[in-house]
């Protein structure tokens, strides 16, 4: 009976310690992967910032040129760089402030839906405020978005180019 006892008494702490090399395996990957996404590529705002102001410009001449497929499009590319700046840049003040654009974009989609340039350009306008209003609010008023009078790509054409 004692020798049942020793042998599973050694079968257990063999087992314990297996257990504790697996442990320190694992606690060693996970720091190497802590510290793979610690030098990993983080976009910065910046960076969101720049794309958002390309695609306004983009969804200005898009719409200008009743292209309303393209002006869907820069809408929703706009507000994925809103996601993301939540998404990847939530600790900031900055971001904290993006949803007060909501309700512009909002209005845009609807002058895109009912593909209405008159109403469009009223949107846009409101857009284009609330950019500025939010650069006010977070310290950022000497960066001035304005409605754009010449188009930024000039290897795009902004005309809708239907298939015939």
Known sequence: MRQILL???IHLLFSCNRHTDNTKVLQNRIDS???KLADSYKPGLGEFMSSIQAHHSKL???AQNENWKLADFEVHEIMEAIEDIQK???ER???QMTGMINPALDSINNAIQKKSLALFKSSYSLLTNTCNNCH???GFDFNVVKIPDSQPFSNQ???LNEPK
């Open 60 to 62: 200005w001449f898009a």
């Open 33 to 35: 992967l802590e510290s």
């Open 136 to 138: 006010r609010i977070t």
């Open 157 to 159: 054409d902004f005309r």
């Open 88 to 90: 990847f840049e939530s």
């Open 93 to 95: 003040k900055e971001s």
């Open 7 to 9: 042998i599973i008494s």
